[in-house]
C-alpha cells in the first residue's frame, strides 16, 4: 500500500525537467516537496498529473503496486489520485455546489440525489469550517487565494482519494490561506490519505508537520530527511545544495 514515484524521468517539449525521482508515500504520510524556483517541483507535479505536455520518458507512477503511468488523467484519478487544477476556470452560471456535486457524482459512478449530496456537502463544509454560503458562489469566480485553497480542500474532502498532489505555487497566499490548507490537510491525513505537498512556503511545515521532506534541485532530489529539515531551510535556505 503506497503511492510509488520510481525512478521518473520528465520531459517537456524535448529538454528533460525531472531526472529520476524516486519518492514513496505511504497510507496517511505528508510529504514535502521543496526546492527553488526553476527546480522542476511543478513539473513532477504535472507529470504525475499526466499533463499532456509533460512526457514521462522512464520511470513510473504506481498505486498499491497497479502501474499507473499508461493511463489518462481521469483514470488515474479513478484509481486514487487526486488532480488538482492551478488554474481552474471561471465558469458564470455553475455555482461551486453544481461543481462539486458534478464531480463527486463522476467519482462516485453511482448517482447521488441532489438533497443526498447538499446533506454530504453542508457536513464536509461544516468540518473544515467553510461558511455555508460558499456553496452558493459561482465557480472560481473573482475567488480569493483563501478561497481557492477552500475549494481545492473541500474538493479533497469530497473525493477522498488515496493520495493527493498539491502545488502551492501561489506564492501570493497569506498567512490564513496557508492555515486553511494545512487544517484541510492534517484532518484528511488524520482519515489515511497521503499527500506529496509542493511547497516553497516553510511555514505551511510547521502547522503541519510532514513525514519526509524532499529537496528538489535540477530535477534531481539533493536531500531527503524528516521535518528538521524543512525547519533547517527555513533558517538557511537552499544555498548548501
Ligand atoms: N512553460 C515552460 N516552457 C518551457 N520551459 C519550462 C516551462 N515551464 C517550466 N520550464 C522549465 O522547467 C524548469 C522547471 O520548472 P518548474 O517545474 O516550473 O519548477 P518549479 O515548480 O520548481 O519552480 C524551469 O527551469 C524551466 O527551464
Ligand atoms: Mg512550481
Redesign the pocket.
Known amino acids: 500500500m503506497s503511492l510509488k514515484i520510481k525512478n521518473l524521468h520528465v520531459s517537456?517539449?524535448g529538454?528533460e525537467?525531472v531526472k529520476g525521482v524516486t519518492i514513496e508515500i505511504m497510507p496517511g504520510e505528508v510529504h514535502a516537496l521543496m526546492?527553488?524556483?526553476?527546480?522542476?517541483?511543478?513539473?513532477?507535479a504535472n507529470a504525475l498529473m499526466g499533463h499532456p505536455k509533460y512526457v514521462i520518458t522512464d520511470g513510473s507512477i504506481g498505486i498499491d503496486d497497479e502501474d499507473l503511468t499508461a493511463l489518462k488523467p481521469n483514470e488515474r484519478a479513478a484509481k486514487g489520485l487526486f488532480l488538482s487544477m492551478q488554474h481552474p476556470p471561471e465558469v458564470s452560471g455553475v455555482t461551486v455546489a453544481h461543481f462539486l456535486r458534478v464531480i463527486t457524482t463522476t467519482a462516485r459512478r453511482e448517482p447521488l440525489s441532489v438533497a443526498d449530496f447538499r446533506k454530504l456537502l453542508k457536513e464536509k463544509m461544516a468540518d473544515l469550517k467553510i461558511d455555508a454560503s460558499f456553496m452558493h458562489r459561482g465557480l472560481n469566480e473573482g475567488f480569493s487565494g483563501g478561497e481557492k485553497k477552500r475549494m481545492e480542500i473541500l474538493q479533497l474532502a469530497l473525493l477522498e482519494p488515496k493520495y493527493a498532489v498539491l502545488d502551492e505555487?501561489d506564492s501570493g497566499l497569506d498567512v490564513d490561506a496557508l492555515k486553511i490548507v494545512s487544517d484541510g490537510v492534517r484532518k484528511l491525513r488524520e482519515k489515511g490519505m497521503g499527500v506529496l505537498l509542493?511547497t516553497h512556503h516553510a511555514r505551511i511545515l510547521q502547522d503541519l508537520e510532514p513525514d519526509k521532506v524532499h529537496v528538489?534541485k535540477d530535477g534531481l532530489i539533493v536531500a531527503d530527511g524528516s521535518a528538521d529539515l524543512a525547519a533547517e531551510i527555513e533558517k538557511d535556505g537552499f544555498t548548501k545544495w
Open positions: 517537456r517539449e529538454k525537467i526546492g527553488q524556483n526553476g527546480s522542476g517541483k511543478s513539473s513532477l505555487t509542493i528538489l
